[in-house]
């Protein structure tokens, strides 16, 4: 079987990087212990290889549709969520009183990772059920726990989450679907949802709808949001099921992730559908983030898989295909001597490269957001908010980095292929469509820019960002300590000031009352921003590699730790000076792209 992501990287980040071990002297991981996350991850691998990667390509060959008034998509939507109700996998970070495994944030990223490296179109579908079932467990009421959580923690039924509208895609202020109150405390829904992830199909006997609506009279704006669980099926009295009025009025046609229906829904067309109110009336969105950021991390999760599988499958392309010969010394090619793999040309070596370094800087970062989540849950009292700050001031590169990155790095994959990556015989197109995808659902790139230049950087007076620079402080002094990695502890020095620098510069057009000129560049923000952060990564990677090197503490051959430095050291030549000319952009006094009188620029 093609491999198609590196237990290796991800067993080094989790163990030798983040120390995952030590979250087991925490009260709420007592239960675990590295032998049980390294046979999580196995048998994981071992379920990914059996169940997920064979149907990767048939399920973008027979994608999700509409037929006849029913989705139909392919069985082993079915499997998953049935093996996964099974294997406790959904939830399997919550509680152990609601069902859960109490299993670490990170682990479950990890986890992650491995099934949506084999297969981007299929963990969706468990994705979003364990996130719809932990928004009832965080803010419904007990009933509404009962009533829907087993099920869905089983796989039997599904969950999703219902935010865009026609008219209110970025702009959730917009929603108009209607929540009327009934006087058995129920409300009747009115309204329409588009692009509906998992919405319906005939492998969930019911469909969990978490929908954000606006009470009768409620304001204007987020601040008249609330969430309602709305199924698609009514339980009765007796425990059956009778239809509520959701309808399913299509599925849209993708260029990518086929596999993975997206549903037009419509609620209460004939008047007859109820809904149930979860947590405060009008603090639906501020409940919504909870799943939210938790689908943010997952699509980042998703989008780095997706290029990890393309980084794999174009490198043992590149072992295989002989084309051309060395530059021999003194320029010359000899036409007597075979051609060499490809992989042996410097530039394919630096496509290579590049997806290397992309791929991985990105996993750890995932990873390490994951674990600053668990440490803002059960970590020391004294520390969690910390850890949650630096969570939140995460989260939009988290999603973002890998999501844009990602796809330049799939690129270079096809362009590895040559002629064959722009053909189906071959995987790297289909990686290709995939990725798209990324960088426009659960917040497009420029939404994710504006929340973190517009509110992370900034909030509680930007003390997010001085925990974040303590954090990569604490990375340069580590590997100052080796004289080899002290030139790039420099680097990353003075960039961290670079990045003070650009903050204190844009924050001033903030202070103005400037406000659009503050966010008019976040974008170009975010892309500065997250390659520092990226290299932050690196260099923590590559300063574990050398102690263990030098300790002789190794788990992997010693080529392992020494082809670490080597990724850092190519981040640090080929993307990481990106930064000055960004830099250049962001400082530049002239504004080219706000609205000003006349619109003829564009015409
Ligand atoms: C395959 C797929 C699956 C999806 N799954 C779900 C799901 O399960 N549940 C769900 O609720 N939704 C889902 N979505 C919807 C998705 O989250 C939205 O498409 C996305 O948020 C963008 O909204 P929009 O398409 O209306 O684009 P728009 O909001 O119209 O944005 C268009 C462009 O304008 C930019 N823009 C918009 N507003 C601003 C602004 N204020 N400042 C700067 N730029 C701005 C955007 O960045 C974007 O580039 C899905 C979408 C797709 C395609």
């Given amino acids: 079987m093609a491999e198609y992501m590196s237990m290796n990287t991800l067993r080094f980040i989790i163990h030798e990087m983040l120390q995952v071990e030590k979250l087991c002297a925490l009260p709420r991981y007592q239960d675990y212990d590295k032998e049980s996350f390294d046979i999580l991850l196995d048998s994981t691998k071992a379920y990914a290889d059996k169940a997920l990667f064979p149907v990767f390509k048939e399920m973008d060959e027979q994608p999700a549709r509409f037929e006849n008034g029913k989705v139909i998509v392919h069985p082993s939507v079915g499997q998953i969520m049935k093996d996964s109700g099974e294997r406790g996998a959904i939830g399997s970070t919550f509680d152990y009183e609601v069902g859960g495994l109490q299993l670490p944030h990170v682990l479950h990223s990890a986890v992650t990772h491995i099934a949506q490296s084999a297969n981007n179109s299929l963990p969706g579908y468990t994705g979003l059920t364990g996130g719809a079932a932990n928004l009832i467990i965080s803010f419904g009421e007990q009933s509404l726990i009962e009533k829907f959580v087993p099920k869905m923690m089983k796989g039997e039924w599904a969950g999703t989450m219902c935010l865009t509208e026609p008219q209110a895609g970025s702009s959730l202020s917009d929603i108009t679907t209607a929540a009327s109150p009934n006087d058995d405390g129920s409300y009747q829904i009115k309204g329409q949802k588009i692009f509906i992830s998992g919405g319906d199909h005939e492998y969930s006997e019911n469909f969990v709808h978490l929908v954000l ?134 530039d394919v070596r630096r496509m290579l490269l590049l997806q290397k370094s992309i791929t991985e800087g990105a996993i750890a970062l995932l990873l390490q957001a994951s674990l600053y989540q668990d440490m803002s849950e059960a970590g020391p009292e004294e520390d969690r908010v910390r850890y949650h700050d630096l969570l939140e001031l995460l989260t939009p590169i988290a999603k973002t980095y890998p999501s844009e990155m990602g796809r330049v790095s799939i690129s270079n994959g096809v362009q590895v292929l040559g002629g064959y990556g722009f053909c189906t015989d071959f995987p790297l197109e289909q990686y290709y469509r995939d990725i798209r995808i990324m960088a426009l659902y659960e917040g497009t790139t420029g939404i994710q820019s504006l929340d973190l230049l517009g509110r992370k950087v900034i909030m509680k007076n930007g003390e997010a960002m001085k925990h974040l620079t303590k954090e990569i402080i604490e990375t340069i002094t580590n590997a100052a300590n080796y004289d080899d990695l002290k030139p790039y502890a420099e680097e990353l020095k003075n960039a961290s000031k670079q990045l003070q620098e650009v903050i204190m510069h844009l924050v001033q057009y903030a202070m103005k009352g400037e406000h659009e000129r503050f966010i008019a560049d976040a974008t170009v923000f975010m892309d500065f921003m997250s390659t520092i952060t990226i290299a932050w990564q690196w260099l923590k990677m590559a300063t574990v590699a050398k102690t263990a090197l030098i300790t002789g503490n190794t788990t992997f051959e010693t080529s392992f730790y020494e082809n670490k430095i080597h990724t850092m050291r190519f981040f640090f030549k080929y993307e990481l000076p990106k930064i000055h000319g960004l830099k250049v952009t962001l400082m530049r006094p002239e504004s080219l792209t706000i609205l000003e009188q006349d619109q003829s620029i564009l015409a």
Wanted: aromatic share 6%.
């Fill in 213 to 346: 609506a606006r009470v009768d009279g409620a304001p204007l704006g987020t601040k008249g949001i609330s969430l309602f669980v709305v199924p698609k099926f009514r339980i009765k009295e007796d425990e059956t099921l009778e239809p509520n009025d959701v309808i399913t009025a299509g599925d849209f046609q993708k260029m990518g992730q086929k596999g993975y229906c997206t549903t037009h829904l419509v609620f209460g067309e004939n008047d007859n559908c109820q809904g149930w109110l979860v947590g405060t009336k009008n603090k639906g969105l501020k409940h919504m983030f909870q799943m939210m950021n938790g689908a943010r991390i997952d699509v980042g999760l998703t989008a780095v898989s997706t290029a990890t599988a393309a980084y794999h499958a174009s490198l043992q392309y590149a072992k295989e295909r002989p084309q051309g010969r060395r530059v021999e010394s003194g320029g010359v090619k000899n036409a007597s001597e075979e051609q060499t793999p490809i992989i042996n040309h410097p």
